[in-house]
């Protein structure tokens, strides 16, 4: 499976941003998708995961304004992003995994990438 992010850009602190993990050549119902984010001078951290179950799973300073869906239609994973906080700016990555949903917040564990989109948010 390929994936390709998308929807990130510039917003003021309050915000909202809803981003796109597209995939081809495979169904996102047969992985978990994670969203991971890597502000600059920072190691990527975990934000959200989806499961193949439907299970979901958040980083804890964004519950409550970050939700995770999935769209089988579309075959995406969008992760919809509000009162959003400079802190939250950085390059998102979404990724697949077929791991155990214990280790759905580990980075070594995702098989594939995104290639990233940028989330700016101003104070």
């Known amino acids: 499976v390929q994936l390709q992010a998308s929807g990130g850009g510039l917003v003021q602190a309050g915000g909202s941003l809803t981003l796109s993990c597209a995939a081809s050549?495979?169904?996102?119902?047969?992985?978990?998708i994670g969203w991971f984010r890597q502000a600059p001078g920072k190691e990527r951290e975990f934000v959200a995961a989806?499961?193949?179950?439907?299970?979901?799973k958040y980083l804890d300073t964004v519950k409550g304004r970050v939700t995770i869906s999935r769209d089988n239609a579309k075959n995406t994973v969008s992760l919809q992003m509000n009162n959003l906080k400079p802190e939250d700016t950085a390059v998102y990555y979404c990724?697949?995994?077929?791991?155990?949903?214990?280790?759905?917040?580990?980075?070594?564990?995702?098989?594939?990438w995104g290639q990233g989109t940028l989330v700016t948010v101003s104070s």
């Open positions: 990724g697949a995994t077929t791991t155990v949903w214990g280790r759905v917040r580990e980075e070594n564990v995702y098989i594939t």
């Open positions: 989806f499961g193949w179950s439907g299970n979901t």
């Open positions: 050549g495979g169904t996102v119902r047969r992985y978990t």
